[in-house]
């Protein structure tokens, strides 16, 4: 069965660094998705991503956040200069009509 | 402002019992579709069942069933015959047309005893 993944499992950064979460969603699908979860609250929309562009962000979503599809198979989302409170479980999905397919996440640990 | 309430931040059941998580959720659109999603230990989020909107019959899969009333703005999901393995965080979406994203609740912690 088709699933989507993301890499890495773990990731453990110093503020202020740069990292980039990476996602390969199901192929034939079109709307890509990034959703947080800060440790025992709830999953967070960021952004949506449609036709190779963002087609809703959040608040959350500010400048230090950008996504991007460099290629017909990864999605990425890159936040710029990681903060403390950027420490959370960032989930990927994508959808076919009605129904969104989650990967395991992604776990940042900002130090 | 969409919002999904979850009322119930813990919930406990006995093996083989029924249980029955709350969820209300606050739209002014009419098309739109309801998920529970099941979050185990490992974090990762499993779709339960989902509920499209313009459908007046209750979703059903297998032990997992819901009760939905577009009137009310409720929705909420029966298990029965809960196992071990049915423990987890339960959260209640939500999401419309266009981009759908998903519009979370806060999570109901279930725990099966033996």
């Known amino acids: 069965e088709p699933e989507v993944t993301q890499t890495p499992s773990h990731q453990v950064t110093q503020m202020g660094q740069e990292v980039i979460l990476r996602c390969v969603p199901i192929s034939n699908h079109l709307y890509f998705y990034w959703y947080r979860q800060i440790l025992g609250q709830k999953v967070e929309f960021l952004v949506s991503f449609y036709n190779n562009e963002i087609s809703e962000k959040s608040e959350i979503f500010d400048d230090q956040f950008s996504v991007e599809r460099p290629d017909g198979s990864n999605f990425t989302l890159k936040i710029r200069s990681t903060k403390l409170e950027d420490s959370a479980m960032y989930f990927c999905?994508?959808?076919?009509?009605?129904?969104?397919?989650f990967g395991p996440g992604t776990r940042l640990t900002v130090l | 402002a969409q919002t999904v309430t979850q009322s119930q931040p813990e919930m406990s059941v006995q093996e083989a019992e029924t249980v029955t998580l709350s969820c209300t959720y606050d739209t002014s659109e009419s098309d739109y579709y309801l998920f529970w999603y099941k979050q185990p230990p490992s974090r990762q989020m499993i779709l339960v069942i989902r509920?499209?909107?313009?459908?007046?019959q209750n979703a059903t899969e297998n032990r997992f069933s819901v009760n939905f009333q577009k009137a009310a703005k409720s929705f909420s999901l029966k298990i029965s015959d809960s196992q071990l393995g049915d423990a987890a965080m339960y959260f209640c979406?939500?999401?419309?047309?266009?981009?759908?994203?998903?519009?979370f609740g806060k999570g109901t912690k279930l725990t099966v005893n033996p």
């Open positions: 999905a994508s959808r076919e009509p009605g129904q969104q397919y």
């Open positions: 979406a939500w999401s419309i047309g266009g981009s759908e994203k998903l519009v």
């Open positions: 509920q499209e909107a313009y459908k007046q």
